[in-house]
């Protein structure tokens, strides 16, 4: 059904009711906005379309206008502040308070970041206007307005005084430029003014538009930093007149039956530390917008459109589900979104094509309310309507990852993916959190949905983004954490960079300014966790060599060096461990603690992460270590615990100790073993306390409480707070898996504790996690949570306000209901099957019958999954590797299964020897294992007899 791919209302979006709390944005035109606009983009350029009738307005928004950075100010360095970080003597002496003082310390020197102005803002462009000029009583019929995920296309159509307009809008990725296509029905009965003014908010310099015929350019500076933008506006129509308005700074239109009208806009910025700009002149970027534009002019509107459309396609239609129940028995094919007409794939689009003709005709043809009805209907609505809701929010999200984030962005999806209304230059000003780079969950949560739902040329901005976070990230590593490499050293070989919570465009890595939001050093880990998945789901080798493990390593060398302590208290068993020094659990509970559970399990994902990277590569087998715990199998005497530091044969267990240093930082046992693999033993980031949970800090005890039953600092006990930072080994992690049944409990223990209320983003992670826990109908409620509460009546998730995290993360939670790959088990040869697939995890019983196709695993397979009643109907393995595949099935169990139908690209058939093996730990489980060849699909039915052998192993 078309419905899955097409928001559509029956009023602009100033007449739509808004829904839901505004956040921070406040009543007024912001939330209107954030509400009710529609938005189109192509990572770079972007617009939110409102669909008003008499004076159509187009919020523009460009990725990279930005206040803040070089240029704010003479002495601008990423907000850095050396007399408060003192190159590491501020942290060292905290870390030693630590030791000394118990529980907690005060780090309100751990910070920096103070200067507003510098840190600046993302900024609203300003407006397309198209004003009609229609007397104010005219009547309007027929009005709606829609936009179609499948083709990215944005449409408003409406009659007055006997005419139809229409009026279409595309953000093009291959020619650079925001299309519109306006027509009327009647000959001449077109007359438009169009104009683009920046936005009044916005302070400039040097501003100036000029308008010559048809042609109108806008130049200027931003005058917080200087940086450079131009706009070029060009109008193509059949139009008897064409002149300049009379304020100068539009153009008038009259008499036409159709125009089109492109704009391009840029700025000098570039992703270059340390000055992050071109170069250009103004008159050299206002001749590149109006090259964009010309060279789209040329091409004509049926060309432009048609290659927006193809190169659009070409990545949404990758992957597509539905969820609606197959009563009828018939095998489910997924729709692509493939209402529009053949034409827009064979090329001969006919001149006259509207794509808003296509909604009038769609809506018409079925019964479907307009979609901010639908959505508020959603409590009540058929089984059926909450499956169509339900996967247009699937779809949603990847159209917006898409839309704000392409292979050639300069910066990767922001905390509102590119899309803004606001412009203010100071960095709390007025855009929701400035709109930044949010290192704390929102960035990495953005992406969560990528490389599952065939985005991965969608994270190529956002490694450029954490590539550039090394150079500026080492100064800041420099002043609050000693590390000091020296210019020009690549990447990978340096002492480490480092981060936190609020990150810009011009390299602001400093801690913030308030210790409580503002440190979060672990935001790196974190984000190089989304990076190394780029290599899990390609198996890429050249990628993993070349880009993402320099990344890992400089990064695992820094917290090896700067940042493990020893703790100041006994791990679970009583053994010393590690910690990272001064730590805060995102934004909750007591200031400043001797490490904490988010900033252990990421350094422990970090670190295996980069282990399983080296070992790959066959690289670095120092820095990695031995296997601290195939020793003790090895030794010929058995020696018990206390002798094996003595005992020839045995590798000594690690310790931390090895990691104790002196009030200057040296170690004080330089030779002392300090592998990887030695520092991920003493992690332990899992501690269970006397509720049973996950502790979030390792002094916890009961929930929230300290060891004398006191209420820890700052825990939230009266609303749940939206973080669940202790959860994270969960997910996005792979500490936490399904086949650990005392951790799991532990983690059911905390997840209920925190419970389902939190805002967009905090539902999504809770949604996220339940999926990992393998509760589908628990990860349902929260589907149906965030439909209910924290989406807008356009579809853009409400953390409030409107943040694009909420709506990535619904998509990835969908998707990790269907399929996840992040799990280990180990065969009784003792071969670990690393990341095997584990197919419907979590399905509720919501989603009866349905199907997915195209979803991505890691190990490089693509897959298409078919549900009925409940349970595994038929997969479709595509293997890209060639790598040996493990199935687990969650609804349907792996023995009821075999492989049924091998072909290759030549269609041929081949033998294969599966194994449907039993595993047990923590209860039994099937998996089906067997192994592929790269580019051959596996069909796995119902077990017909075709798998040669069945084995036990256990
Ligand atoms: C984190 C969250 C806030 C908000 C902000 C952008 O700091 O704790 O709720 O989403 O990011
Ligand atoms: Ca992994």
């Known amino acids: 059904m078309s419905g899955t791919h097409i928001l559509w209302y029956a009023q602009p979006a100033t007449q739509t009711p808004v829904r839901g709390e505004a956040g921070c944005v406040g009543e007024g035109p912001h939330n209107v906005w954030q509400q009710g606009t529609l938005p189109i983009g192509n990572g770079r350029l972007g617009a939110t379309v409102w669909g008003e009738i008499a004076t159509e307005r187009l919020t523009l928004n460009e990725e990279t206008l930005w206040t803040g950075g070089p240029g704010s100010s003479p002495t601008y360095c990423g907000g850095n502040d050396a007399l408060r970080g003192r190159y590491g003597a501020t942290l060292r002496e905290l870390n030693h308070q630590l030791g000394v003082d118990g529980a907690s310390i005060d780090p309100r020197n751990l910070t920096g970041g103070h200067e507003p102005l510098e840190q600046g803002s993302y900024q609203c462009w300003g407006d397309l206007i198209l004003d009609y000029g229609f007397e104010s009583d005219a009547k309007v019929t027929d009005y709606h307005r829609s936009l179609d995920l499948a083709t990215a296309v944005a449409s408003v159509r409406l009659s007055c005084g006997g005419v139809t307009y229409t009026r279409d809008f595309a953000v093009s990725h291959p020619d650079q430029v925001l299309i519109a296509h306006l027509t009327a029905s009647a000959p001449g009965a077109l007359n438009v003014y169009i104009g683009a003014p920046m936005h009044p908010d916005l302070h400039t310099t040097g501003l100036r538009t000029v308008v010559d015929g048809s042609e109108l350019t806008t130049t200027g500076q931003l005058a917080n930093n200087g940086l450079r933008f131009a706009l070029s506006l060009q109008v193509l129509s059949d139009a008897a007149e064409r002149t300049a308005s009379e304020d ?45 534009v010309s060279k789209a002019a ?146 990495q949560m953005a992406y969560w949905p990528a490389y599952a739902t065939g985005l991965a040329p969608c994270t190529v901005p956002l490694w450029s983004f954490v590539r550039g976070l090394v150079e500026p990230g080492r100064l800041t590593a420099q002043i609050y954490a000693g590390a000091i490499t020296p210019a020009g050293t690549p990447i990978g070989e340096g002492e480490g960079y480092m981060a936190h919570t609020e990150n810009t465009p011009f390299g602001w890595t400093t801690p913030g300014e308030e210790f409580s939001w503002g440190w979060s050093p672990a935001g790196v880990p974190w984000i190089l966790h989304n990076v190394y998945e780029a290599y899990e789901y390609s198996c890429d080798e050249t990628l993993l060599r070349e880009e993402i493990y320099p990344l890992l390593k400089e990064q695992a060398h820094f917290y090896n060096e700067y940042m493990l302590q020893p703790a100041p208290f006994n791990g679970e068993g009583g053994q010393a461990r590690l910690v990272t020094g001064v730590a805060y659990s995102p934004e909750h509970g007591p200031v400043g603690t001797a490490g904490n559970t988010y900033e252990n399990t990421l350094i422990w994902q970090l670190l295996h992460d980069t282990i399983e990277a080296a070992t790959l590569l066959g690289v670095d087998s120092e820095l990695v270590g031995d296997i601290p715990e195939q020793c003790p199998q090895d030794c010929p005497q058995d020696c018990s615990r206390d002798q094996q530091q003595e005992c020839p044969h045995h590798c000594p267990p690690p310790t931390a100790e090895n990691w104790a240093r002196d009030e200057n930082g040296a170690f004080l046992h330089p030779a002392a073993d300090r592998s990887w693999r030695s520092a991920l033993a003493l992690l332990e980031p899992i501690e269970i306390g006397s509720e049973g949970q996950i502790k979030e800090w390792y002094h916890e005890q009961a929930l929230g409480k300290q060891a004398d039953g006191n209420w820890l600092p700052g825990y939230q006990r009266d609303h749940h707070h939206r973080h669940i930072s202790h959860l994270l080994g969960l997910y996005p992690g792979d500490l936490i898996t399904v086949d650990q049944s005392h951790v799991l409990q532990a983690a059911t223990v905390s997840l209920r504790a925190r419970g389902d209320e939190a805002t967009g983003w905090g539902l999504a992670h809770r949604l996220l996690c339940w999926a990992r826990m393998g509760e589908g109908d628990h990860a349902h409620a929260l589907v149906r949570r965030m439909l209910t509460l924290a989406t807008y009546p356009n579809f853009f998730g409400a953390h409030p306000p409107f943040q694009i995290d909420g709506n990535c993360g619904y998509t990835a939670g969908v998707t990790e209901m269907l399929l996840q790959s992040n799990a280990t088990f180990v065969d009784t040869s003792q071969r670990s099957w690393t990341n095997y697939l584990h197919i419907l995890p979590a399905l509720p019983q ?26 595994l109907d038929t997969l479709v393995l595509t293997s890209e590797q060639g790598r040996d595949v493990a199935l687990r099935i969650g609804a349907g169990g792996a023995e009821h299964y075999a492989v049924a139908e091998i072909h290759s690209s030549e269609g041929r058939m081949t033998e294969l020897e599966c194994l449907v093996s039993r595993w047990v730990s923590d209860g039994e489980h099937w998996l089906l294992t067997f192994p592929t060849r790269c580019g051959y699909t596996y069909t796995i039915r119902r077990q017909n007899g075709r798998c040669s052998e069945v084995r036990h192993l256990v």
């Open 846 to 871: 919501a989603w009866a019958g349905g199907c997915a196709r195209g979803l991505e695993a890691r190990g490089a397979f693509r897959l298409d999954i078919h549900w009925r009643e409940g349970e």
């Open 248 to 292: 100068g700074a539009g153009i008038v239109i009259s008499g036409a039956t159709s125009a089109t009208i492109l704009v391009a806009a840029a700025t000098d910025y570039e992703q270059h530390y340390p000055h992050y700009r071109s170069g250009e002149s103004e008159a050299e970027l206002r001749a590149r917008v109006m090259r964009r």
């Open 298 to 443: 040329a091409k004509g509107y049926r060309a432009l459109l048609q290659d927006h459309i193809a190169d659009h396609q070409a990545l949404y239609r990758r992957v597509a589900v539905d969820l609606e129940a197959e009563e009828s028995g018939q095998a489910c094919v997924p729709d692509c979104g493939e209402t529009a007409p053949e034409s827009h794939q064979s090329g001969d689009l006919d001149a006259e094509l509207r794509p808003s003709d296509l909604l009038s005709s769609a809506a018409r043809s079925s019964d479907c309310l307009p979609s901010d009805l639908l959505l508020a209907s959603y409590p009540e609505a058929s089984p059926a309507e909450q499956r169509s809701i339900e996967t247009l929010a699937f779809h949603y999200g990847r159209y917006l990852l898409m839309a704000a984030s392409r292979e050639d962005s300069q910066l990767p999806a922001n905390l509102q993916g590119m899309w803004s209304s606001t412009a203010h230059d100071h960095a709390h000003g007025q855009t929701p959190w400035g709109a930044d780079f949010h290192l704390n969950v929102n960035l």
